[in-house]
Every structure is written in structure tokens, then in C-alpha cells.
């Protein structure tokens, strides 16, 4: 098997990449995957995720820290493409970081979490250049924006409905809300999964997410 490769990415911080890489991992490996989280990120905030686990429920993936690998992540990457079937990468928040680039040299898909607020969409429209780029090198290279930390009951803004096309990037369908349950599960390590009701609403956003990365990760390659 090679892993489909995950990177996902957004130089904006607080975007809620760490969130989405997690919950992802946990969602695929609940599935009866093997799953690699590559922390790609000094701050080691997925590292420390995962550490917070307790003995008894351990993350149900594996987390390495590849950060110190810089421009080289990529190769470091390839060296787990046979041990695993999906590898995601939580990227840093740097504009600047050769990172990001590295991760999605690599990837099959690109995810670009976004909280849709002007302050963050303006911020973080950068992300666009960095995987055109890439692409440009990278057939194989889907990418879509996810919009993280939905408001219930509000809409977006105009102003923000206004930004999204000039990120060039398909949005996904699926759309996370602000929830607590979220904090509360890289608190204790965990996947949304594992706190039963009280998490359905984000189970179900989080598996509608997983349908839909399996859904592009099987589709033939047409730059979308
Ligand atoms: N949908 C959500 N609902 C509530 N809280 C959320 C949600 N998504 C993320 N958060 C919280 O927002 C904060 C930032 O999220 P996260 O760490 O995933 O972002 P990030 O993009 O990885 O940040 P950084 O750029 O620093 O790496 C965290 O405290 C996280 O728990
Ligand atoms: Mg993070």
C-alpha cells in the first residue's frame, strides 16, 4: 500500500489545522486504518494531543514530529508511504515556513481550514499562491477550504461570502461549527468519537468530513 498523503494547510494561525488533522486521523483510523500524523509543526501541538491521551485510550493514530525536517519533509514523509494508508501533516501557521510547500509536494490533497471572518479569509488568502505553486509541480494535487468555527444560526457575512472566490479553491461541503467539544477533545486526547452523545452533532460533521476526503481521494486526477 502507499498512504494517501493529507497535508493540511493555512498560514493563518488558529485556523484550526491541528483540529482538523486530528479529527481526521481519528475519524480514518476508527475505520480500521493505519494512520500517521506528521506534527510539521515546533509548536508540537498535535504531538502533545496525542500525549494527552490516557493509557487505557490511546489517540487511535500515530503522531511523529517532523518540524526539524524543514525543506526536507517530504523525503522524511516518503520514508512511512508503505507503513501506513493515510499520512496527514499538520502544517505550522508560517507564511514564510518552506514547510507548508514541502508537505504539499507530496500530497494528494491539500485541506485549508478557514474561519470565515474577514479578519481571517483577508489573512489567510495567501495559501492560494503557495498551492498553485505547487501544483504546478504536483498533478496529483486536490485541495479544498474548509469553513471552521461556523456560528449556528448566523450566515456568513456578505463581506465574507465576498472573499471565498478569491481563494480559487473549491470549498468542501462539509463545514465545522464552534463547538466545545472540539477543546475538549485535544484536552483529553481524543478524537470527537469517543464522548458519545453529547458529541453526535460533531461526529457526524467530522464523518461527513471523513465521506468527503475519501470521496476526492478517489477521484482521477483533474486538478480540482
Ligand atoms: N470548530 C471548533 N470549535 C471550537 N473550537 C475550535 C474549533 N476548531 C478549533 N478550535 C479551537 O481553536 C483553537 C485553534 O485551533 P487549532 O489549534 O486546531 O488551530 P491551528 O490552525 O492548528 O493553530 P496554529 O496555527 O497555532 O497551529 C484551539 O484551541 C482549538 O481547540
Ligand atoms: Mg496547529
Redesign the pocket.
Same mark, same amino acid.
Given at each position: 500500500m502507499a498512504a494517501k498523503i493529507i497535508a493540511v494547510v493555512?498560514q493563518k494561525?488558529?485556523?484550526?489545522?491541528?483540529?482538523v488533522s486530528m479529527q481526521l486521523a481519528g475519524a480514518l483510523a476508527r475505520r480500521s486504518n493505519k494512520v500517521l500524523v506528521v506534527d510539521a509543526?515546533p #509548536?508540537g501541538?498535535a504531538t502533545r494531543w496525542a500525549a494527552s491521551a490516557l493509557d487505557e485510550t490511546p489517540f487511535p493514530a500515530s503522531v511523529v514530529g517532523l518540524s526539524a525536517a524543514s525543506t526536507k519533509v517530504h523525503r522524511e514523509v516518503k520514508k512511512f508511504i508503505d507503513d501506513y494508508n493515510y499520512i496527514i501533516i499538520?502544517c505550522?501557521?508560517a507564511a514564510d515556513s518552506p514547510i507548508p510547500q514541502s508537505a504539499l509536494l507530496i500530497a494528494d490533497l491539500a485541506l485549508v481550514?478557514l474561519i470565515p471572518s474577514p479578519l481571517d479569509m483577508w489573512a489567510a488568502v495567501g495559501i492560494r499562491q503557495v498551492i498553485q505553486n505547487v501544483g504546478d509541480l504536483n498533478d496529483a494535487l486536490h485541495s479544498r477550504l474548509i469553513l471552521? #468555527?461556523c456560528q449556528p444560526k448566523t450566515t456568513l457575512t456578505q463581506e465574507s461570502l465576498e472573499i471565498l472566490p478569491e481563494f480559487g479553491i473549491l470549498l468542501a461541503r462539509t463545514q465545522?461549527?464552534?463547538?466545545?467539544i472540539?477543546?475538549h477533545s485535544?484536552v483529553f486526547g481524543q478524537s470527537v468519537h469517543n464522548f458519545g452523545s453529547k458529541a453526535q452533532a460533531a461526529i457526524a460533521e467530522i464523518e461527513s468530513l471523513t465521506e468527503e476526503v475519501l470521496e476526492i481521494l478517489s477521484m482521477k486526477q483533474d486538478n480540482s
Open positions: 493555512n494561525g488558529g485556523s484550526g489545522k491541528t483540529t509543526d #509548536q501541538t499538520d505550522p501557521p481550514p471552521n #468555527q465545522i461549527q464552534h463547538r466545545q472540539y477543546r485535544a
